[in-house]
């Protein structure tokens, strides 16, 4: 501990006298890998950016940072251009945002080379090629001279993190280097972080308590700025010293653990047979939902996950009538459902309601709060008196947690979680029987998180309220679904209650989503990778869809599409899942 | 992609306008006699039905044939080549000018984002976009070459290079501040961008991250102006060569439509036509060039 | 339409909008005004007081031109129809522009791109030479010009009002608002309508300074407005014949003109800052 590679003195950020980051002091060692963890708005990009000095004029910065005797802070830009990437890098979140879309691949690894005097001309190239080609990148010959929009998200971020490393840095400060990208592919690129890091100190930032305990020695946490935890990773999660530790770690997701959920009724709601979604695409048919089934009961919660791709918010999109399914019927209390959510009659259309995941867009910027969650009234009860839609309006509010002030609120001045709960109460106030929620939790923080999920359940044990429930997020799944649903390329591939699914998962992909996910218990045991990502749904595999990632994969399964069948107590698509049942 | 279409547009169009006048280009001043205006208008192929007309009109473009006027001895096609050079060297110098200027300046105030410096450029930006160039050229002939004396405002009188230097200036400043304006608006963009700052993270410094990491980019609106600018260009020259009396096509295109010289008229219009649909084009090849995304679409 | 407190507060507050909007409206009231109250009249002809300076001898502000017509109550006389034949022409193309666009934008998909090949096609045509071959060939005329400038200047607030209808039309609560069963009239009112308007207030705003510059630009080439009747145009126009005798001829309504059109300039930039930040969380 004494030789730190980085020591960082009472970091204070503050933005017009209001700190963000408050007195922030630790260390890293050389090659010691370090999380920082802690809500949106905990200060943990402050840092980073300060670290690295990214941050705009406007932000007043105290304290100091030393990386192997080097000042960080306060110097000049110039000087500061010598240490990056030859001391300290940087990943950052979003790879798409990050690369430059105007210039080649290889080119942007060059640059890094020359402007330091690292290399040049040929050996600059090779150099290039040599860094994608160890961060697992197919065919770096090929990917150098490619445009960042002709890679995946996961390439991307695998480019970047070869971009970061190319300079051989003693720190890599890695922001949210995941949370952009499909459980599958984060696991991949975690994998490839703490292969590729062998020489060099990490610092990761994360809100995700499972991803610091699965690669970090040591970790922060961090509460409005100020460090209100630090320690061994092992240590920390076993006994938490600080309350806020303590209730993000309750807060992460333990799959192993069977939720309390109230039992669903046995009449059906909502019963989709056959749907199919397609959009036209490059002149092709990009075949997003292939055929689904399903049949949604009073007081139930289905969750539909599965990675990008795999037609998820095409199918619920489709239920609702916003996009037109092109095949399938559609039964709402046994009634056929017009595809075109505008032929539907006004009395079903009240019944069925949805979340959206962007919680500002689904907002109108020129409505006030009160307008906003009123208008399904104003359509759907007409009548209703000034001081009764008034009340109804301030009870749903209630509800999710905000209290009757946010009323004359614009959307502006409502923070993400806020907004996402206006949105919720918005759906609720017509009492619908069916809500989608399409992602409808990702943007808020744990705590907001668990509140809203507090109130779904409320509302359904009171109303049989029945629920589609997209995410990505399994965790949030384990604890709220009745059933899963998993799709891979517009077909499910495996249907089962949660408790099934979560305790015995037949097929392999569903196997490769949990494994994937971080489990916040660093004495774990860490499973395999899954390889691959997701196909182009353009030009779907032959045979079993999954079968080219599939490590089960046999000769069979490269020439039948399996349909979707009885196995035990699950209804699956895959050739081999008897054999998994009887293993299992 | 489409410059034909919108060329076959404009040509019909102010075929159609000319050719709907009440009374021909002969019916003006004085009335000729019913014999002498026949074998006018037979000349001039008037007494076919309009198609036509348009029809034989269009077969002589194809060839490269504008046709004659109706008022000089010289046909369409020599007015043109009499007139276009000094129209071409004012314009094509104000244009030169305008892109290198506007894109310093652009670049200048978006590096010094919110300084001194920054407000001041926006500032002359805008005036500059704000003062008509018929009030911009007279002022700077009233300044430079009649109360300082350092520029002859005259073209005809002085044969030197000195003579280029007002109507270039004068036809380039509204062009500049504009250029200056949608550069260092898109510079700032590109400035703030996801990427840029990984290039800063990577100690690119400010000279190799503007050159490689954001010229590119921040290019791209100043490519799409360039069909707009040089209509504005052609435009503004109308007024610089009749400020200044440079007999070139905006003075010609002028002086023909005052006297309904129509042929004449048309020409000058296709040509410029032609022009502003060929810069259109080039701004679409150079926009592929430049953007990847567009180009492997 | 909830287009209150805070939008109005921001248009107060922000200096640039308030400044140059103050500017606009004190010179359109003395263009108003002014003539009223002077004893000379825009029309009467002294030819004992012809290019006289600007100074107090018969009121003459700002002198007398060729004929020895007042020029301050003449200029006043251009400010006021620059000033009308741009807002008129402004409105115009707003009319047509708000429409074009909202249509293309709203219905979408090959009607849209159709709409705006069309849009494109035009763009590539100098106008102002047809604006010039209209003007010879039909006489001069007012309700000509306004047509001619609303013209050209629809275009640009097509592009723009598609642009954001496109980008309305993907947002959630437009979704959100058509899965509740809001009736179409009321989507179009309470949430696309509200989202527009602020920036067609600001293309308005910037459509205005460059109808003022085709109207001038028209009447300097003595195709625009005709004698007795003037513009700011026509007085630059008159004031380049006169500028070495007698300077202020061009000086004044040149300055008055460029102070006006960046007044618009500057205010339309304003405004656009203001709804910005409306949008902007």
Same mark, same amino acid.
């Given at each position: ?5 980085l ?12 700190p ?18 802690g ?17 705009p ?7 100091s ?5 080097e000042?960080l802070l ?17 990943v950052f ?13 290889g080119?942007?690894?060059r640059?890094?080379l ?20 160890s961060v ?6 090929r990917?150098a001279?490619a445009?960042?929009h002709?890679l995946s998200g ?6 970047m993190i ?24 984060q696991?991949?690129?975690?994998a490839?972080?703490?292969?590729v890091r062998?020489?060099?100190?990490l ?8 991803v610091?305990?699965g ?10 700025g100020?460090?209100v ?6 240590r ?8 806020h530790?303590?209730?993000?770690i ?10 309390a959920?109230?039992?669903p009724a ?5 019963t989709?047979d056959?749907i199919?979604?397609s ?21 139930e ?13 095409s199918l619920v999109?489709?239920?609702l009538?916003?996009?037109p399914?092109d ?7 046994g ?5 075109e959510?505008s032929?539907?009659e ?7 309601q ?6 500002l ?5 020129q409505m ?5 969650v009123a208008?399904?009234l ?5 009548g209703?008196s000034?001081?009764?839609?008034r009340?109804?309006?301030v009870n749903?509010?209630e ?14 001045e409502?923070?993400?979680?806020q907004?996402q ?8 106030v ?6 989608v929620?399409?992602?409808a939790?990702?943007?808020?923080d744990?705590s907001?998180?668990e509140?809203v999920?507090n109130?779904?359940k409320?509302v359904?044990?009171?109303?049989g ?13 384990r604890?709220?679904c009745?059933r899963?649903?998993v ?10 209650d949660?408790?099934v699914l ?8 569903t ?10 218990d660093?004495?774990?045991?860490r499973?395999?990778?899954l ?5 182009s749904?353009?030009s779907?595999p032959a ?14 399964c490269?020439?039948h599409a ?6 035990g ?9 008897s054999e998994?049942?009887a293993?299992? | ?17 000319v ?16 014999e ?6 037979e000349?001039?192929?008037l007494?076919?039905?309009?198609p036509?007309q ?10 490269g044939d504008?046709?004659?006027s109706?008022?000089?001895t010289?046909?369409?096609?020599q ?5 276009f050079?000094?129209s071409l ?8 000018l305008?892109?290198?200027a506007?894109?310093?300046l ?8 919110n ?5 001041v450029?926006t500032?002359?930006?805008?005036t500059?976009?704000? %003062?008509?160039i018929f ?6 002939? #009233?300044?430079?070459?009649? @109360? *300082?004396?350092?520029?002859? +405002? $005259? ?14 200036v004068?036809?380039?400043?509204p ?5 200056t304006r949608?550069?260092?608006a ?7 961008s ?10 690119l410094?400010?000279?190799? %991250?503007v ?8 290019? #791209?609106?100043?490519?799409? @102006? *360039?069909?707009?600018?040089? +209509? $504005? ?19 010609g ?20 036509a ?6 259109n ?9 430049l ?7 | 339409m ?21 500017i606009?409206?004190?010179?359109a009231?003395?263009?108003?005004v002014?003539?009223?109250l002077?004893?000379?009249h825009?029309m009467a ?9 600007p100074g107090?001898a018969?009121l ?16 006043m ?11 008129v ?5 707003l009319?047509?522009?708000v429409?074009?666009?909202a ?8 009607v ?9 096609t ?24 306004f ?5 050209i200047?629809?275009l ?6 598609r642009?954001?209808t496109l980008?309305?039309k993907?947002?959630p ?9 809001v ?29 003022i510059?085709v ?10 407005i005709?004698e007795?009747e003037?513009?700011?145009?026509s ?12 300077p202020w001829?061009?000086i ?9 059109l960046?007044c ?8 656009r ?6 949008q902007?969380r």
């Amino acid at each position: 501990m004494s030789q730190a590679i980085l020591e960082v003195d009472s970091l204070t950020i503050a933005y017009d006298g209001k700190p963000v980051v408050d007195g922030l002091t630790f260390e890293v060692a050389p090659a010691e890998a370090v999380g920082l963890v802690g809500e949106s708005g905990s200060g943990k990009t402050q840092t980073a950016l300060a670290l690295m000095g990214l941050l705009p004029a406007t932000a007043h910065v105290r304290g100091s940072a030393t990386l192997g005797g080097e000042k960080l802070l306060g110097r000049a830009e110039a000087e500061l251009d010598a240490l990056r990437a030859r001391r300290i890098a940087m990943v950052f979140q979003d790879p798409s945002l990050a690369l430059n879309p105007y210039l080649r691949i290889g080119k942007q690894l060059r640059l890094i080379l020359e402007r330091h005097g690292i290399a040049d001309g040929a050996t600059a190239t090779r150099r290039a090629l040599d860094a994608l080609a160890s961060v697992g990148l197919p065919d770096p010959d090929r990917q150098a001279r490619a445009f960042p929009h002709q890679l995946s998200g996961g390439m991307r971020q695998r480019v970047m993190i070869a971009a970061a490393l190319i300079g051989e840095p003693d720190l890599l400060i890695a922001d949210e280097p995941t949370t952009a990208l499909d459980v599958t592919v984060q696991a991949q690129i975690l994998a490839l972080l703490e292969e590729v890091r062998k020489q060099t100190a990490l610092l990761l930032i994360t809100h995700d308590l499972g991803v610091v305990a699965g690669h970090c020695e040591r970790m922060l946490v961090l509460e409005h700025g100020r460090l209100v935890e630090s320690g061994p990773t092992e240590r920390v999660f076993a006994a938490p010293a600080h309350a806020h530790t303590e209730a993000l770690i309750a807060a992460h997701p333990h799959l192993d653990k069977a939720p309390a959920l109230s039992r669903p009724a046995a009449e059906e709601l909502l019963t989709l047979d056959g749907i199919r979604v397609s959009y036209r695409a490059h002149g092709s048919r990009l075949k997003a939902v292939n055929g689904v089934e399903l049949a949604l009961k009073k007081g139930e919660t289905v969750a539909i996950v599965g990675e990008s791709g795999s037609g998820k918010s095409s199918l619920v999109r489709a239920v609702l009538g916003l996009v037109p399914a092109d095949a399938g019927r559609l039964c709402f209390l046994g009634e056929e459902l017009s595809h075109e959510v505008s032929a539907r009659e006004t009395a079903t259309r009240r019944e069925l309601q949805m979340v959206f995941q962007d919680p500002l867009g689904s907002l109108n910027p020129q409505m006030r709060v009160a307008s906003i969650v009123a208008e399904p009234l104003d359509v759907h009860e007409p009548g209703l008196s000034g001081t009764d839609r008034r009340r109804k309006v301030v009870n749903r509010l209630e509800q999710v947690g905000l209290d009757a002030s946010f009323v004359e609120r614009f959307p502006h001045e409502l923070s993400g979680g806020q907004a996402q709960r206006v949105a919720i109460a918005r759906a609720l106030v017509l009492a619908p029987s069916v809500l989608v929620c399409d992602e409808a939790l990702a943007a808020l923080d744990g705590s907001v998180r668990e509140q809203v999920l507090n109130v779904l359940k409320d509302v359904q044990a009171n109303t049989g309220l029945a629920i589609l429930f997209i995410s990505h997020d399994l965790g949030v799944v384990r604890t709220l679904c009745h059933r899963v649903l998993v799709m891979y390329l517009g077909r499910i591939v495996e249907l089962a209650d949660n408790d099934v699914l979560f305790s015995s998962p037949l097929h392999p992909y569903t196997r490769a989503l949990l494994d994937a996910v971080p489990v916040a218990d660093p004495t774990a045991e860490r499973p395999p990778v899954l390889g691959g990502e997701v196909p182009s749904p353009l030009s779907p595999p032959a045979g079993c869809a999954f079968h080219p990632r599939c490590p089960q994969a046999v000769e069979d399964c490269r020439q039948h599409a399996p349909g979707l069948r009885r196995v035990g107590a699950t209804d699956v698509a895959c050739l081999r899942a008897s054999e998994y049942l009887a293993k299992a | 992609m489409g410059a034909v279409p919108t060329l076959l547009l404009v040509i019909v169009l102010a075929f159609f306008l000319v050719h709907s006048v009440p009374g021909g280009p002969f019916d003006s001043e004085r009335v000729l006699p019913p014999e002498i205006e026949q074998v006018l208008l037979e000349r001039y192929d008037l007494d076919d039905p309009v198609p036509v007309q348009l029809a034989k009109y269009l077969g002589n473009l194809l060839k490269g044939d504008f046709g004659p006027s109706y008022r000089s001895t010289l046909n369409v096609n020599q007015i043109i080549a009499q007139r276009f050079p000094a129209s071409l060297a004012i314009g094509g110098l104000a244009m030169t000018l305008a892109l290198a200027a506007g894109l310093m300046l652009g670049t200048w105030a978006a590096l010094r984002h919110n300084s001194r410096l920054d407000r001041v450029v926006t500032g002359l930006a805008m005036t500059g976009i704000s %003062i008509p160039i018929f009030v911009v050229a007279p002022a700077l002939v #009233l300044i430079f070459a009649v @109360y *300082l004396n350092w520029l002859p +405002a $005259g073209w005809t009188v002085s044969p030197g290079p000195a003579k280029y230097v007002l109507p270039v200036v004068a036809l380039a400043l509204p062009q500049i501040a504009y250029i200056t304006r949608l550069t260092r608006a898109s510079m700032i963009d590109v400035l703030q961008s996801g990427y840029v700052r990984t290039a800063r993270a990577q100690g690119l410094g400010t000279a190799a %991250i503007v050159r490689h990491h954001a010229l590119k980019p921040a290019l #791209l609106p100043v490519v799409s @102006y *360039l069909g707009p600018a040089i +209509a $504005g260009i052609l435009t503004g020259s109308v007024v610089i060569e009749s400020v200044f009396g440079i007999p070139g096509l905006g003075e010609g295109f002028v002086t023909a439509a005052f006297n309904r010289d129509y042929l004449q008229v048309m020409g000058i219009v296709v040509l410029y036509a032609a022009l502003v649909v060929l810069l259109n084009l080039l701004a679409d090849v150079l926009y592929g060039l430049l953007d990847p995304r567009v180009r492997y679409e | 339409m909830s287009f209150e407190g805070l939008t109005l507060t921001r248009l107060a507050t922000n200096r640039t909008v308030r400044v140059s909007g103050g500017i606009i409206a004190a010179i359109a009231v003395v263009a108003i005004v002014a003539p009223l109250l002077s004893p000379n009249h825009y029309m009467a002809v002294n030819f004992e007081a012809v290019l006289q300076p600007p100074g107090l001898a018969g009121l003459h502000l700002f002198g007398t031109d060729d004929l020895g017509r007042d020029q301050f109550v003449r200029t006043m006389m251009g400010v006021r129809v620059t000033l009308v034949v741009a807002i008129v022409a402004s409105i115009v193309s707003l009319v047509i522009g708000v429409i074009y666009g909202a249509v293309a934008g709203y219905v979408g998909g090959r009607v849209d791109a159709v709409m705006m090949r069309f849009v494109d096609t035009l763009y590539a045509m100098p106008f102002i030479f047809f604006v010039i071959l209209l003007t010879v060939i039909f006489e001069r005329n007012f309700v000509l010009i306004f047509v001619a400038i609303g013209a050209i200047n629809w275009l640009d607030m097509a592009r723009i009002v598609r642009g954001q209808t496109l980008s309305l039309k993907e947002r959630p609560f437009l979704e959100a608002a058509r899965l509740t069963g809001v009736p179409t009239m009321a989507i179009i009112r309470r949430h696309i309508a509200p989202n527009l308007i602020g920036i067609v207030i600001v293309y308005v705003t910037l459509t205005i300074p460059q109808a003022i510059l085709v109207e001038s630009f028209l009447s300097f080439l003595g195709l625009g407005i005709q004698e007795p009747e003037t513009s700011l145009g026509s007085l630059v126009d008159l004031g380049v014949d006169h500028m070495e005798s007698s300077p202020w001829m061009l000086i004044i309504p040149g300055g008055l003109l460029a102070v006006i059109l960046l007044c618009f300039n500057f205010l339309g930039d304003g405004l656009r800052d203001v709804f910005d930040a409306r949008q902007s969380r």
